[in-house]
């Protein structure tokens, strides 16, 4: 989720009327954020945006918009949304766009914001938002990246520009923030963005650059602008800002928000047009994107018998630029005739899916606590799962013989599984990317658990007697050989305490056994970690292992670093069940 | 006199009663031999005739017990940490990075080094190797002396040379938090004479023979018990707690939370630990690019690496509605490609919500109230705010006519039975399976303002592709948070951990927070 960070005055300065910082938090349930921090000191706050499909309130900027009512400041309108309408289509493209860059950036856009000034913290702003866009809404560069450049910086940009492929060998220009020239390949192998971003396009033969008329190179897109041409200062007055990426509708949206954002800030933006190959696109203008919602999908979604009157006066007060009645379908589309509202999405919004979306909003900018909660009516018949009551069963019948419920992690080290139980771990799921190697493979038993519960606590008074119920995982082979997860369901117990040995946790088996009136014989078999001799396993008729008690062999003791004498339980709670009929299964 | 002696305390007292001098102390040592009693008797004794006022009491001296401890075993066995750093000196210098990996904590060995520097036994030369520059430092060969000898048999501090006393508490104070090698257990000498006024006399002793103990069985069978006096039990004494196991405080919050849930008409849903992410993602209409889905959140399994049962899955109806393609929805969709492979690939279930996806694909009963308690997993570095696995509560309302209003209403409920809160505010949210979506934030008495849930309608775009034509209401709530409140925990890996002493103190938080709550009585439980 976006934070963001600004200064409360500064965020004032483009609200009608200024906010005290006590009633942000309230406020901006408006844009979906929180406030999460505010220095009385600095005055600078720190906001969580919680709407991940609304890049557009990702600024101090958007926010200030939103809370406007999505409007432009007075005196600052979006004009340049009807001159992308009047531009005509013959007209030559300010941005040449060379049809070889498709295969490695496909689309790009661009428009020139003039006669403004940005400051340092309009500045620092205008970086933040392009960041944000960039790392989230772009995906780290690779969807959308976005540059800005000083119209009149060291040198004068001169249009019109062009976008193509470059040799990264023989092409050469001066990075954001060195001195010397160096080549494309050099600044994606030394410099801090080229390490950072240059996998985006270093397995190309050709990598895409932007150059002026003149030759001059402004950046290499998607990595770094160039330091002559592309290192924007606080005074500047006069931008380029352009956007490259896969998807025109993101480089679009991005380019339409940074537009809005400029012209609220006093800039005068100009879309210019890109054009060549499959790119033609003319930044930023609006989509014209609208969505038909139903007439009474508002009524349903509320709760109430018919829409509300203030249906569409809100929306409007909310951002959208337009809403009319309208009936859809005819008999000739074969579609049935519907009666609703033609919703037209802002143009600095991309997030209208369906009808839902627009209603959400309305009922949004009605504020939700403006709605008096009703009680569900539905009657329903509550039911615990079957398994919990079996292991609630499991779990009582614990208690009553003094033993002490744990609760482990699920994930876990492989080796507190393998070696340290003395098993090996062919039937062991594992995790793929790790993040720790703590928890590297899902258990396939609650023993080492309750191991390492006993090796931490040699300080508490003995005698220990411990038991954990719940989920685990392995592997199991088919008879054609295929390996299938297998969840498991299993219970297990340790008693540890100087005497502790086979008969007492052999006699705890039986008595959980009694609840489900299940009979234990058991067979001698050796099984890792019990001392061989003294381990015993419970099967049912077909075969299948069901429980193994025993006394945990010393060695297996002193990997774990106990100095007690342990004997251990472990129960398939599923095969336990499946043994039926409850006459007992071995005969 | 109140109440006639005990057996005991007849048998202590005597030894005092019969002294030629009644003024004169006597020590505890001495009170065994004269009275015939146990040492545990003695001590019990004292206790009963200290509390009855009869003895009064006076502190000798205390002495001090070194005692090596399971680490000062181990270094008397396999040597300190600074004897094997100047063994391993003993043929030349070496570079320091070795000797930290002569241990598997590399700090003990670097304390270690600090101090054999500080006393001189050796010194850092060029190239960071070091070298032998002197013997072991004495409070080292002392350490050794002290572990053998108490090793063998107690030592009492207090009887060694007050160099060596010195020593010992430098090294102590050295070593701080790090676990010491020897246990300093202190023991206190006690001596006890008459109090004045006790009117006790030796007659008292000889009366009180006649006086029942416990009731036996014979007593019953004889009835020798007609007639006779019971001696009176000194009820303000300690007795000894009884063996008790318990169950793990956070699963009986969570059964807590499952008894409300099912109370409430939902009945539970429960499946496998890995899910594919067509049902933990895809089905819930998260774009195959979300940020949630990319390897540094979620935990991918190796093997098998993919589901084998999408056959059954209706993956052409989700797939056409992430691509915008009508029908079965009227969406647009994410506009972007749809990669069947993808949905087929497994993954430690990353949130319940993949249980209520599933449930509605199955033809759910309408109305139908459906929840879970769900363990998840999150690719998080592990600290004190995140687990690496924990547990979700979610849940599911099919009714017709669901609506934004019942959702809220359903919170408030939610608050109120599971939380336990009345004070609620619903904040605009964002989920791309729900819209509208809802977070509620609940007042907490002692905690403000907390995010207790997420929740909202789910999406034409979830619904439809499963077949289900209802509106339905998701929830979802962090039930770990509340749980660590009511636990005392401020780390939420003590909800797992397998520390028995920090397991017992969560079993005293808990019952704590029971006594403060209101305790509510029905009204048939009052009189009428």
Redesign the interface.
Known sequence: MPTLEGHLDDLNSLLPRPLAPEEMDRVL??V?G?WKHFDPATRRFKIEL?????PDLWSVEGIARQLRGGGPLPGHPYAFLEQADRREAGKAPEIVVDPATSSVRPFLGGFKATGGTLGEEGLDGLIGTQERLSE?FG?KRA?LAIGVYPLKGMTEISFPLSFRLADPDATRFVPLGEESPRSLREVVGSHPKGMAYGHLVSSHPSWPVISDSRGEILSLPPIVNSQTSGAVAPGDRDLFVEATGN?P?RVLLALNILAANLTDRGFVVEPLLAKGGGCNLLTPASPG?T??VPAGLPA????SSEDPRDFIEVLLGFGYPAISRRERGTKEEGRPFEEGYEVLQPFYRDD??????A??DY??ARG??S???????????????P??KVE?RI?TA??????????????TGEPAVTTRLGRNGDSL????????L??AV?RPTLLS??L?????????PY????FEVG?A?E?RTLPSGE???K?LHLAAALISHPQAGISEVQGVLEALLARFSKRLVLEAEDRSPYIPGRCGILKSTRGEWIATVGEIHPATLDLWGI?MPASALEVDIEALLAGGDGSGFAR | MSQPLHPVERALLRPFLTREDPGAFLSSEEVGPLSGLSPAQVQMGLEMVKSRGFLEERLDREETLLKPT?QGLQALEEGLTEEIIMEALAGGPRPMSDLRALFPDPSVASKALGALKDAGSLKIVEGGQAVRSGDLPPGVILLRKLLKMSAEAPVVLESLPKEEQELLSQYQRRRGKEKGLIRLDVRSFRSYRLAADTGLSLADLDSGDELLGNVTPEMLQTRSWEGKTFRPFSVGADAPPP??????P??EFL?EV?GH??????????G???EPEFWNMDALFIPQ???ARN?HDI???????TA?DFPEWPMEAVARTHE?KEPP????????GFDPEQAKR?L?RSQGTALSSRTLSRSP?V???YFAIA?C?R????DATH???FFQAEGI?L????????L??????LAKEIAGVDQV??????F?FT?????LHAHHPELGWMELGGAG?F???VTRPLGVDV?V?AWGMGIDRMAMFRLGLSDIRD??T????V??GMVRAEEKSWSRSPQPSSPADSPR
């Open positions: 349930d408006r979906k929180e919680n709407d991940t499909n609304r989230l995906r969807d998807d509708q994107i969505v038909f349903r979604v509320l709760g209208l899916l369906a009808a839902v979306d209603v959400e009922l949004v939700f606590d709605f008096s909660p009703v009680m569900p009516r539905a009657f329903t018949a509550g039911l615990a799962a398994r919990i609630n779990r614990f208690l009553g013989m003094g033993f002490t419920e744990l609760l482990s992690n699920i994930l799921v594992r995790i793929d990317n790790p993040a720790s703590q928890y899902v658990g309750l390492s519960a006993e090796s931490r606590s040699a300080r508490h005698p220990h007697r411990l989920e995982m592997l390996r299938r997860l969840d100095r | 399971d063996p008790q196991g318990s169950l793990h956070y699963r059964e499952r849930l099912v109370r409430l008409g939902f009945t539970e849903m429960t496998s630990l890995v690019t979300h940020p390897i935990y991918l399994i190796s093997e098998p690496r084998t915008g929805v009227s969406t647009r969709g994410w506009r972007q497994l430690m009963s109305p139908g109230k363990r997993f690719h998080d570095q592990v687990a690496v696995d309302v009714e017709e006519d669901a609506s934004f209003v019942t809220l209403g359903l919170l408030a409920l505010h619903y904040k605009p949210a964002y791309p819209e509208p979506s809802v977070e309608l999406r034409p775009e509106p209401i909800l797992f397998g520390d028995l002493s397991l017992s």
